[in-house]
Nanobody, 129 residues
């Protein structure tokens, strides 16, 4: 089965950077979509960024050019390079994936509620002011 394990969260001050990663295993080929989603305490889960195996990427509006999603196919690891972090970025960040292709803009806009089948357990990101 596909398994996803996030790491690389932590605590940084506003304006800092983090690069969480998501190590994937159990993938045996074919098309796919992967993304990052986040959930702050007391709030709904929001999509952050996603990509698919056609090379398309998409980002939530709140990213504002600060984040980059990237997949290292050689080691099956998804990254989220985050810069210019804000306190409102504080959340648990989840990696998710689905085999096949979905509308990744839809997946991001719906917080991955319907588009993603596999989920990691999350990595905590805390941004202090």
């Amino acid at each position: 089965p596909v398994q996803l394990v996030e790491s690389g969260g932590g605590s940084v001050q506003a304006g800092g950077s983090l690069r969480p990663s998501c190590a994937a295993s159990g993938y045996s080929g074919g098309t796919y979509c992967m993304g990052w989603f986040r959930q702050a305490l007391g709030k709904e889960r929001d999509g952050v960024a996603a990509l698919d195996s056609t090379g398309t990427t998409t980002y939530a509006d709140f990213v504002e050019g600060r984040f980059t999603i990237d997949l290292d196919n050689a080691n099956s690891t998804l990254y989220l390079q985050m810069t210019s972090l804000k306190p409102e970025d504080t959340a648990t960040y989840y990696c998710a994936a689905v085999l096949g292709l979905v509308d990744i803009e839809w997946a991001v806009s719906t917080g991955g509620a319907y588009g993603m089948d596999y989920w990691g357990k999350g990595t905590l990101v805390n941004i202090s002011s």
